[in-house]
């Protein structure tokens, strides 16, 4: 009876293991990226001075956007991600031709160790909101030709004013997209590209008049300059 | 406690009435210097990266050829709406009118204030 006794109770131990490793990462989390990072929807109810005071992009639908590989990796190894910083307003300085990005303004970002950063991304990727968002998508990964992708991303549709589609070519208050492909999930991908606000009411980014099938093949592009080669 | 939320409640309206007088300038450092610059001469961060330059809203003579009516649509509908670059976004979705009417009231600062 008493060996049976102590056999249950190391089987809830066990039990209870994963349970509390979790729930010291979410605290882990609120403490050490809580500061900079959003992880709650709040912001999109506070008035638009908000989006300028952001220190960082918002996490609260992390497990909607990104590909769990790439957080486990670039946990580890931060690169930057966005050349003029998250509000870029506040990163810029003048230049003999214009504004340039003040790049010393720019902070590293914190690195964490192997083991938490696949327990931060177990995390993250539960964080869900927009899954109605995800859900609603019709976006089938399909190919493009690069040269009619890249025409439809600058010529057609703006996108370079903003964004870098390979390293050091377009714009640079966006993220960078050429990475685009192993940092977030195809469905988002797709989804941000047709309605950034249902995402976030203080995106610095233009909600377009793009229809489905083209709002695709700019997904298509992502795919085919951001795809690791076999 | 209701002392407490009171004085609140006087503080964010305080907030509210200070971005109030310069929500256009607030708005246009937000969404516009990226491209027309932070002197609003069109020298934006994103501009040595694009096939079309964008406007010099310190450049009187062009800004005063236009009405406000041109430009709210511009800025609500784009610049394709007007028969001008792709580049210039649609920013009707982002931006309420009474944001757009702000950011007109703004261009009319940067380009006029001369006067």
């Known amino acids: 009876m008493k060996h049976l006794f102590s056999l249950g109770v190391a089987a809830m131990l066990a039990a209870g293991v994963p349970g509390a490793a979790k729930a010291d990462t979410a605290g882990d989390v609120q403490q050490q990226c809580g500061t900079c990072h959003a992880l709650t929807h709040d912001y999109a109810t506070l008035g638009i001075q908000e989006r300028a005071e952001r220190k960082a992009p918002p996490l609260d639908f992390a497990g909607n956007k990104f590909q769990r590989a790439w957080l486990v990796s670039w946990l580890q190894n931060p690169t930057r991600i966005r050349p003029a910083g998250v509000f870029p307003p506040a990163h810029v300085k003048d230049g003999p031709n214009g504004d340039v990005v003040d790049a010393a303004s720019l902070a590293e970002h914190p690195a964490v160790p192997a083991a938490q950063a696949d327990a931060m991304a177990d995390y993250l990727m539960t964080l869900k909101p927009f899954d109605d968002l995800i859900k609603a998508e019709t976006y089938q990964p399909g190919t493009i030709a690069k040269s009619m992708g890249k025409m439809n991303f600058g010529k057609f549709k703006g996108c370079d004013a903003c964004h870098q589609d390979a390293p050091n070519s377009g714009g640079v208050s966006g993220p960078e997209l050429y990475t685009a492909w192993i940092r977030l999930q195809p469905a988002f991908i797709s989804a941000y590209i047709a309605n950034p606000l249902a995402w976030d009411p203080h995106t610095l980014m233009p909600k377009g008049d793009i229809k489905a099938d083209a709002v695709h093949k700019l997904a298509d592009y992502l795919k085919v300059i951001g795809e690791k080669q076999p | ?115």
């Not at chain 2, 062009?62 to 009516?69: F, G, I, K, N, Q």
């Not at chain 2, 430009?71 to 009707?92: C, D, R």
């Open chain 2, 1 to 115: 406690m209701k002392k407490l939320l009171l004085a609140a409640s006087v503080l964010a309206v305080g907030a509210v009435a200070h971005a109030e007088g310069d929500r256009g300038a607030q708005l246009y450092t937000m969404y516009c210097t990226q491209c027309h610059g932070a002197h609003g001469n069109g020298k934006g961060i994103n501009a040595a990266h694009m096939s079309v330059q964008p406007r010099d809203h310190s450049d009187i003579k062009e800004m005063s050829a236009r009405t406000d009516d041109e430009l709210f649509k511009v800025i609500q509908q784009g610049g394709k709406s007007v028969n001008k670059s792709v580049l210039m976004p649609i920013w009707g979705g982002n931006l309420t009118d009474d944001d757009i009417h702000a950011l007109v009231g703004h261009l009319r600062e940067l380009c006029c204030q001369k006067d």
